[in-house]
């Protein structure tokens, strides 16, 4: 690797340095292992990003060290950088997302702005996290107590950082923001005993799971979003059982604009069982099984429009 990508790359290995955590030793052999896979025609990974693949540094520590200093590249400016989104794009994108109180990853995989598979390989090669879906972990009672102390309710709602799984000294921890990582670098120094592994989650998942962990309801910022926007809320589902987590997440939407009292186990149920029903009758009469929800005023009431919606290309 020649030119000002190396030199970028260097300028990154210096601040790693800077903070304690690689030596020169090992700056020398992260450019070696680019410069190898440059020539084999593999693609590119960022300097921070070969050091997590040797276990040199964690993502927290890659992130915070470039945040700190202003040299983190974003998810927004990659878009750009990469023309995936437009800069104009981007913007409206981060806007809409603000005014929706939705986290702007979650966004982007909510609008389709970018394929879901490609956006799961950008979050991987920019910060290193996997994505996982909610609905893969299990929840398990028993450590439900060492969860909550580790983040409480609050702390979960301020930072959208939750505790999911805990095996051994190891506790897997989803983020809706790669920023969540700030975060976790505190709570890592707070409590030694653990070895933090955080994942990627989806929005929809942060608040399914919330209500699992906690007991409640998320409540974030409801009180202050317009009705008008939550009207504009919708959900595509192809498995409602796979999706279970983002028709939870659609139903507080409902509840919101219709007012209805704060969500109980019993009408939670109802709602994902009157979304299964409505799902595979759409399914079978269309033969499309990607169906999208979306909520409609009709004078008084509050109805639930079900469409089909075309295969989305990834």
């Given at each position: 690797?020649?030119?000002?990508?190396?030199?970028?790359?260097?300028?990154?290995?210096?601040?790693?340095?800077?903070?304690?955590?690689?030596?020169?030793?090992?700056?020398?052999?992260?450019?070696?292992?680019?410069?190898?896979?440059?020539?084999?025609?593999?693609?590119?990974?960022?300097?921070?990003?070969?050091?997590?693949?040797?276990?040199?540094?964690?993502?927290?520590?890659?992130y915070c060290a470039l945040a700190s200093t202003k040299k983190l590249l974003s998810l927004k400016d990659y878009l750009v950088k990469e023309g995936v989104v437009s800069p104009s794009g981007v913007g409206q994108l981060a806007a809409r997302a603000g005014a929706e109180g939705v986290p702007f990853i979650s966004f982007l995989l909510d609008q389709k702005a970018v394929g879901k598979s490609r956006l799961q390989q950008i979050l991987f090669d920019l910060f290193y996290l996997p994505f996982r879906s909610v609905s893969d972990i299990v929840f398990d009672k028993q450590s439900q107590d060492q969860l909550t102390q580790v983040i409480g309710p609050l702390a979960a709602e301020k930072h959208l950082c939750i505790p999911l799984q805990l095996n051994g000294s190891a506790l897997m921890v989803g983020l809706c923001d790669p920023s969540n990582l700030m975060f976790l670098r505190d709570l890592d120094a707070t409590f030694p005993q653990y070895r933090f592994t955080p994942v990627f989650i989806p929005f929809s998942g942060f608040t399914w799971f919330f209500r699992l962990l906690y007991g409640k309801n998320w409540e974030g910022e409801k009180k202050s979003v317009d009705p008008r926007v939550l009207m504009k809320s919708s959900m595509v589902i192809q498995d409602p059982v796979a999706d279970k987590e983002k028709i939870f997440a659609f139903f507080d939407r409902y509840e919101q604009v219709s007012g209805q009292a704060p969500a109980g186990t019993g009408r939670q149920s109802y709602f994902f069982e009157f979304i299964r029903l409505h799902h595979d009758r759409m399914a079978a009469r269309t033969q499309c099984r990607r169906v999208r929800f979306s909520l409609k005023a009709q004078g008084k009431d509050l109805k639930i429009i079900a469409t089909p919606e075309p295969e989305a290309q990834d």
């Open positions: 690797m020649t030119g000002p990508d190396r030199g970028k790359d260097r300028k990154t290995g210096d601040i790693l340095m800077a903070g304690g955590l690689i030596g020169p030793g090992d700056v020398e052999n992260v450019l070696a292992i680019q410069e190898k896979n440059r020539l084999a025609g593999n693609r590119n990974r960022l300097f921070g990003m070969v050091l997590c693949d040797l276990n040199l540094i964690t993502p927290m520590d890659n």
